[in-house]
């Protein structure tokens, strides 16, 4: 049986795939760069004042929800889920910003957060499928590829910090390390660059390989900053092989501008 650490996200937004399931079956880099504007005092003023971090309500204004994503299903996260991501700790200091990419939290200390799940529809099954056909199109949702979406903004430089975390720790933590969470604990044993991602300011994709209860797994985490504020993404699959969630990031990355 797998991990617990890696079951939790993938089986809340699986249960939501299987409630929709159920109720069918009764019925290139964006240039932000202005090259043709001089710098000026009247232009400086707005530079500084875009420093500002958003806050959680803004955040929760612009993070991907269900009208974005027509092909999967969303739930926003809970606060007892983003509590329970708060404890999540890595063996080793240097690979803890994979670890809050993994779980749902932020890089650093942001200003304001906010999270949300999404998880890509399940093929639904003819109207008049038998219950072997439901029954397969139902473990077809629980194999999907399970997307955390957390967005992350801060003041003054830290998104760039926080960014340069996450790219930092792809290059050391290469080897592997262990991320904890509430007891549970997943060994990663490789984390190599992921399918290239051309979004935002910068961004950047690792493939992780884990090790759970024995059976080899892979997540695809991605990271993009657009100004102030950093989206991470962490995609999982209780088949074990996730895909990189490239709908989910480019919806999530148009709705920041």
Do not use: W
Not at 37 to 64: D, M, Q, R, Y
Not at 77 to 85: G, L, Q, V
Not at 139 to 157: I, P
């Amino acid at each position: 049986m797998r991990s617990t650490l890696v079951r939790r996200t993938v089986l809340t937004a699986s249960a939501v795939s299987l409630a929709l399931l159920a109720t069918a079956c009764g019925s290139d880099k964006a240039d932000d760069k202005k090259t043709d504007a001089k710098p000026s005092a009247a232009a400086s003023a707005p530079a500084a004042a875009a420093a500002k971090a958003k806050t959680n309500a803004e955040l929760a204004g612009v993070i991907v929800t269900q009208a974005d994503l027509p092909n999967h299903l969303v739930k926003e996260a809970t606060p007892a889920e983003a509590a329970a991501a708060a404890g999540a700790k890595s063996d080793k200091p240097q690979c803890q910003p994979l670890v809050s990419v993994q779980s749902m939290n932020p890089v650093g200390t942001a200003a304001g957060t906010a999270r949300t799940k999404a998880v890509a529809k399940p093929k639904e099954p003819a109207a008049d499928a038998g219950p072997e056909e439901k029954a397969k199109a139902a473990m077809g949702a629980l194999a999907g590829t399970v997307t955390s979406v957390t967005l992350a903004s801060y003041e003054g430089q830290g998104a760039q910090e926080a960014f340069a975390a996450v790219k930092t720790a792809g290059t050391a933590c290469a080897g592997g390390y262990t991320g904890s969470q509430g007891g549970d604990g997943l060994k990663i044993t490789k984390v190599a660059p992921g399918a290239s991602v051309t979004a935002g300011d910068e961004a950047l994709a690792y493939t992780v390989t884990g090790d759970a209860d024995g059976e080899t797994m892979t997540m695809e985490l991605v990271a993009v900053r657009k100004g102030n504020t950093v989206a991470t993404f962490s995609a999982l699959s209780l088949a074990g092989t996730a895909e990189q969630p490239k709908a989910v990031v480019d919806a999530q990355v148009k709705k920041l501008g």
